[in-house]
């Protein structure tokens, strides 16, 4: 078992860049992260593609919101379940092959959708097959590429390379919808062939990745079910991601991306705003994580991470408490991508811990509990926010959202957040 040491961190406050090995440039010239970095990039574009053409499918055929998100929400679930078992293959099997085998398998499921598409042979059974299986293979292999990243940046670029990672993530959830909407008006097959092909991109670039993927550790040992959850016990024992997944869970309870935006279009209708209004209100408030991202890696070079997570842990309760004094709806939006706007900047400082702190054998099943626990408190969150603005109003629900993320934030007072070491100066024991 894996346990994390440091040395003592200095001021909390502006802190000097790192030297030039672990700087952005350096990271730039690594050739095997970069062209992983890109092949998930592919992946991932495919996949937020996907989650707006499903529904969009469902409503063309059907005209059923209920059963669009049915699919969506059995798409959360799947892909919850599966990043468990894809962290424990990320810890004993071969990852290039693991994840060659997620990609070309969504490949050939999205090719055949497509051709059923083409000759008219689709029901909402068969939508919801497609959607799950992918939803699976996503599951599994996104920790298996995120565990990849240890073995093949060094230990001075691990927190530069997790603040890349951000801009890949909300850079791709920001084209994934206009790209799935153009690309269905020209006809309801297009938007999955074009993913079939972002899968194929991703399976090339990854053949051409030259370095290991994973330490030598034998035979990886018997898989058994035990085995695979011990990433769950990882995280309660670890003295700096204990208390940072516990924000994580409470952040994500009343902030997370499909909840704030409900409750900002509803509270915009009741208020009686127009379609334009809400379409830039909510604009304005996904720009905000897109924003956060360019700008990680310097806040992660920059600032103590202690500084870095403390803002980000205060920031939702004092902008819902903003929320609840906004004077019109666009400062709505404008509010919401300010919170969200610094949470790029807390994931990239938490997975460069755990990509420092954590032995690579442990990688993978530790990741794959900390995207489990991070999903799970996502669909509880959307419909709690739901049932208090239908039961109270918009007030009662920007101070339940205060509350909640306020109790959260409360981890970042102890003393082990108020000290924290640069992820670069965690080694593992």
Not at 108 to 130: E, K, Q, W
Not at 213 to 225: C, E, H, P, S, V
Not at 357 to 365: F, P, Y
Request: charged share 10%; net charge positive.
């Amino acid at each position: 078992m894996t346990t994390a040491r440091w040395r003592p961190p200095g001021r909390l406050g502006l802190a000097p860049p790192v030297d030039g090995t672990g700087g952005s440039r350096a990271l730039l010239r690594n050739r095997d992260f970069q062209t992983l970095w890109t092949s998930r990039f592919f992946a991932g574009l495919g996949k937020e593609s996907g989650e707006v053409a499903y529904p969009l499918l469902v409503l063309v055929l059907v005209g059923s919101a209920a059963q669009a998100g049915a699919i969506g929400a059995a798409q959360v679930a799947t892909a919850m379940v599966a990043s468990v078992v894809g962290g424990a293959l990320a810890d004993r099997s071969n990852r290039r092959a693991v994840l060659l085998v997620c990609d070309l398998g969504r490949l050939a499921l999205l090719a055949l959708f497509t051709a059923l598409l083409f000759t008219g042979h689709v029901s909402i059974p068969l939508i919801l097959c497609v959607a799950v299986s992918s939803a699976a293979l996503t599951g599994v292999a996104n920790p298996v590429a995120m565990a990849a990243i240890k073995q093949l940046v060094p230990a001075a670029q691990l927190a530069d390379a997790a603040a890349q990672n951000q801009i890949r993530l909300f850079g791709t959830t920001a084209l994934g919808a206009p790209v799935a909407g153009s690309l269905f008006n020209l006809g309801r097959a297009f938007p999955f062939a074009a993913e079939a092909l972002t899968y194929l991109a991703s399976s090339v670039l990854l053949m051409s990745v030259r370095g290991p993927m994973q330490a030598d550790r034998g035979d990886g040992g018997r898989w058994n079910l035990r085995g695979a959850v011990s990433g769950f016990a990882v995280l309660a024992r670890h003295p700096i991601l204990r208390p940072m997944m516990a924000w994580i869970l409470g952040f994500n309870l009343v902030f997370t991306q499909t909840g704030a935006f409900l409750a900002i279009i509803a509270t915009a209708e009741s208020q009686g705003a127009s379609h334009l209004q809400i379409g830039m209100t909510v604009s304005l408030a996904g720009s905000g994580g897109l924003l956060g991202a360019l700008v990680a890696g310097l806040v992660v070079r920059w600032v103590r991470p202690s500084t870095t997570f403390l803002v980000a842990a205060w920031s939702a309760p004092v902008g819902a408490l903003a929320l609840l004094m906004a004077p019109n709806v666009i400062l709505l939006g404008v509010i919401v991508g300010c919170v969200f706007a610094v949470v790029p900047c807390a994931n990239a400082v938490f997975y460069g811990y755990v990509a420092a702190s954590v032995g690579d054998d442990l990688q993978g099943r530790v990741l794959g509990a900390v995207m489990f626990l991070a999903m799970l408190s996502q669909p509880v969150g959307i419909l709690g926010i739901g049932i208090v603005f239908d039961q109270a109003g918009p007030g009662w629900v920007f101070l339940t959202m205060a509350c909640v993320s306020g109790a959260a934030a409360l981890c970042s007072l102890t003393p082990v957040m108020r000290a924290l070491p640069r992820p670069e100066e965690v080694s593992v024991a």
